[in-house]
Nanobody, 132 residues
């Protein structure tokens, strides 16, 4: 079983930047889909960004396109979410997640990337607060 450990959250002013990290422990992440989700108080969990660990396109929610970047360092088994031009509405608990996925093709064909129920394992979450 893979354990995901997140870090990097905090308090930032609007317009500022943060980088979240998600380190995987337990086994290789090859052929895994990886994603970031967030949940604001009183709201449902929302998709933020996703990628295929072995490489390929990245996927973003419309609300973060052009501001957030998902990436990974295979040698460190770590996924990142670089968040720039932060807004108060980005305030939420951010979760990283992974899925033992069959194939990138299927995930793309059926657009599983943004579906939280498709992910098998989750991090504990890290709080991001953006002040106006």
């Amino acid at each position: 079983q893979v354990q995901l450990v997140e870090s990097g959250g905090g308090l930032v002013q609007a317009g500022g930047s943060l980088r979240l990290s998600c380190t995987a422990r337990g086994r290789t992440l090859s052929n895994n889909a990886m994603g970031w989700f967030r949940q604001a108080p009183g709201k449902e969990r929302d998709f933020v960004a996703a990628m295929w660990w072995s490489g390929g396109p990245t996927y973003y929610a419309d609300s973060v396109k052009g501001r957030f970047t998902i990436s990974r360092d295979d040698a460190k088994s770590t996924m990142y979410l670089q968040m720039n031009s932060l807004k108060p509405e980005d305030t939420a608990v951010y979760y990283c997640a992974g899925a033992v996925a069959g194939s990138w093709f299927d995930w793309t064909r059926y657009d599983y990337w943004g579906q939280g129920t498709r992910y098998d394992y989750w991090g504990q979450g890290t709080q991001v607060t953006v002040n106006s």
